[in-house]
């Protein structure tokens, strides 16, 4: 039985690595539909696009679904740091927030969780509501 060194193991694999991947990229096997990648000599991670970005009928592939993604409007939502100021800002009636904080307002600097804990209210059912209300 013949018997091959490490070395020549090591040459084939690499060889046949290498043969492999030029083939690939010169055949289209390797498909990168446009996308940046380590082997465009850019740094990849810095100028990677925005994957959620909407493509258009010649991007997509044939069988490929696409989906919208459903934009993140929590910056106009009440949270836990939100002032009853704030909450007014953003059309809560004032009537409201004296209803759902069970008593008068006196200072509106205040954050909405800490005059809820100070009256023994819980903020969650507080914060959905306000939330709630926001919401189209």
């Known amino acids: ?29 390797w498909q990168t539909d446009g996308r940046k990648t380590p082997l ?29 993604i459903e934009e993140d409007h929590t910056e106009t939502l009440i949270s836990g740091e939100t002032t009853i100021q704030q909450a007014l800002d953003l059309g809560i009636p004032f009537d409201v927030m004296e209803e759902l904080l069970e008593g008068e307002i006196a200072d509106t600097r205040q954050t909405i969780k800490a005059a809820a804990q100070e009256r023994g209210l819980q903020f969650g059912a507080i914060n959905d509501e306000l939330n709630a209300r926001l919401m189209p």
């Open 1 to 29: 039985m013949l018997k091959l060194k490490p070395i020549w193991i090591t040459l084939l694999t690499m060889l046949l690595f290498g043969g492999g991947m030029a083939l690939g990229t010169t055949s289209d096997w």
């Open 40 to 68: 465009d000599g850019e740094k990849f991670y810095d100028s990677h696009e925005d994957e959620t970005s909407e493509s258009t009928s010649e991007d997509q592939m044939p069988g490929e679904e696409t989906y919208e």
